[in-house]
Each structure stands twice: as structure tokens, then as C-alpha cells.
């Protein structure tokens, strides 16, 4: 498999929710002896001191060999996106907060952290455990960036072996019957080709997540994946995954910002 996952950036603030996301990142990691370099940013550098030596405290406790650490002075919102970028990280595990954390630092302002990454990245919560990806739902709706993250979705899958069930609403108008059909066959297709189980599955469109979170709890999915983008027509996926983010389920969500590349490149790996 091409650019296989050998890298994770963990944003850290030293609150419980990130060193979780460091747990869960260790434990993806180790599986395939994969590196993980934990990232604080600071806003001098006057704090820069103190902050090397809690990362490395951190990094210590979990594993001596693994981990590596950053301290970088800038913007949390728009620098950890580039900075996975720039050491070549193939995916960034970020701990977000409770609801007004998340509102304050991720909420209306936070998915830039998303809308600034080329790199994918794995959204967990304080409570959310690490379990084998044997079940991985992905989310595909009306529109065609929706499918975007079928690409990091499958190299999870290949990784751990996973079933990926593709998940749709369902939709009485004809046109919009045929759209999420498309898309939701083009997904398949693509995973089918790279030798990994599939389902697809359709949930009721009035009350989608809550819908489609019920799927999850049926199926144990161990993972949920949904493409980011900012500017939709259609009303339930504009703010899908700040909705899935916080999920009751602490399910982890793999999530990719689908308006990150240009219209010419976002559709080549599939064929209509």
C-alpha cells in the first residue's frame, strides 16, 4: 500500500483530553511501529522551557523509543495543519474538549484547524478508548466532496483489516435518490478495489446523526468517517462533523477537509 500511515501529530495543551488522544495514538501506532510526534504551541517563548519538559515528561511516560515532541510559537488554529505538513505526518490525532471548550477553541472557529490541514485527522474525546478498527462507518451524502475521505479511510481499513460500511440517507426525490446512489457506488467501488470489505446501509434523512449514531452503536463501529466542508446546499451535512465531534458514543471520527484541493485533483482516484 502507498504512503502508508508512519507518522501522527498529537496537538497537545496538557489538559486530559489531549493526553488521551496521545493514548489512542500510541495505541494506533504500536500496532505497525509507527511514530508519533506530540506538538505543543506556545504563544513567546518565554514559555518554551517549561513546555519541552512537560512533552517530554509525557513523551516518557508512554514510550521512550516513539515518541518525539515539538514546541512551536504560533497559531493553534492555523499552524497545526502546516506543521503536519511540513514533517510529513500522514495523519493528526487532535483531543477535543467538552462543548464549550470545543466551542471556544474548536466550535465555529475550530474546524479551521480542519479547513488549514491537507492532512487528515482523527477527532477523540476525553472517553474515547482505542479498539481495533474492525468496523469503520463512513458517512457519504449529496455531495460529491463527501467522498473525499474515502481515500484515508480505506488506508485505515487496509492497515487493520476493517469492514467499511458506507452510510447514506435516504431521499424520495428521484434526482436526489440517483446522487447519493452515485456517490455511495463510487465509494464502494473504490474500497472493493483495494481488497476491503463493504456494506452499504441507509439511514432516515429526518434526524440524520442521530440516526446514523444509532447505526453505529448497532454495528459497533470502532471508527466514523466524514468529509469536512464549510459551504453546502444541502442542510445536514454543512455541520456533520462539528455534530459528530461530540458524539455520545466517544466513537473516534476521521475527518478530511474536502475543499483542500482543487476540482481538477479531488476526483482522480475514482472513475464515474
Known amino acids: 500500500m502507498e504512503d502508508k ?10 489538559t486530559e483530553s489531549t493526553e488521551n488522544a496521545l493514548v489512542f495514538s500510541h495505541e494506533l501506532a504500536k500496532k505497525h511501529n509507527h511514530r508519533i510526534v506530540l506538538l505543543h504551541i506556545i504563544s513567546n517563548e518565554s514559555e518554551r522551557i517549561n513546555s519541552e519538559l512537560r512533552l517530554r515528561e ?11 515532541y ?6 493553534v488554529l492555523k ?38 490541514s491537507k492532512v487528515p485527522l482523527i477527532l477523540t474525546q476525553k472517553d474515547t478508548s482505542f479498539h481495533n478498527l474492525k468496523t469503520i462507518v463512513m458517512s457519504v451524502d449529496l455531495e460529491r466532496e463527501s ?27 428521484e434526482i436526489l435518490r440517483h446522487k447519493i446512489e452515485l456517490n455511495l457506488r463510487l465509494c464502494r467501488d473504490y474500497l472493493n478495489e483495494h481488497g476491503l470489505k463493504t456494506e ?11 440516526n446514523l449514531l444509532a447505526y453505529c452503536q448497532e454495528v459497533k463501529a470502532n471508527m466514523l468517517a466524514a468529509t469536512y466542508y464549510q459551504d453546502s446546499f444541502f442542510s445536514f451535512s454543512e455541520h456533520l462533523v462539528k455534530n459528530l465531534a461530540h ?21 482522480g482516484f475514482l472513475t464515474v
Do not use: C, R, W
Open 5 to 14: 500511515v508512519t507518522t501522527y501529530l498529537v496537538p497537545i495543551d496538557f
Open 58 to 68: 509525557l513523551a516518557n511516560k508512554y514510550s521512550e523509543d516513539q515518541i518525539s
Open 70 to 75: 515539538k514546541v512551536v510559537e504560533g497559531s
Open 79 to 116: 499552524d497545526i495543519g502546516k506543521i503536519a505538513e511540513g514533517i510529513g505526518a500522514s495523519l493528526i490525532v487532535m483531543g477535543t474538549h467538552d462543548e464549550s471548550g470545543f466551542s471556544k477553541i474548536f466550535g465555529s472557529k475550530a474546524m479551521k484547524v480542519v479547513s488549514n
Open 147 to 173: 467522498i473525499q475521505v474515502v481515500k484515508h479511510a480505506a488506508k485505515m481499513g487496509e492497515l487493520f483489516d476493517s469492514k467499511v460500511i458506507l452510510v447514506g440517507a435516504t431521499q424520495e426525490d
Open 200 to 210: 452499504i446501509h441507509l439511514v432516515s434523512s429526518k434526524g440524520y446523526v442521530k
Open 247 to 267: 458524539n455520545p458514543l466517544h466513537i473516534p471520527v476521521m475527518t478530511f477537509d474536502g475543499e483542500s484541493t482543487s476540482i481538477a485533483s479531488q476526483y
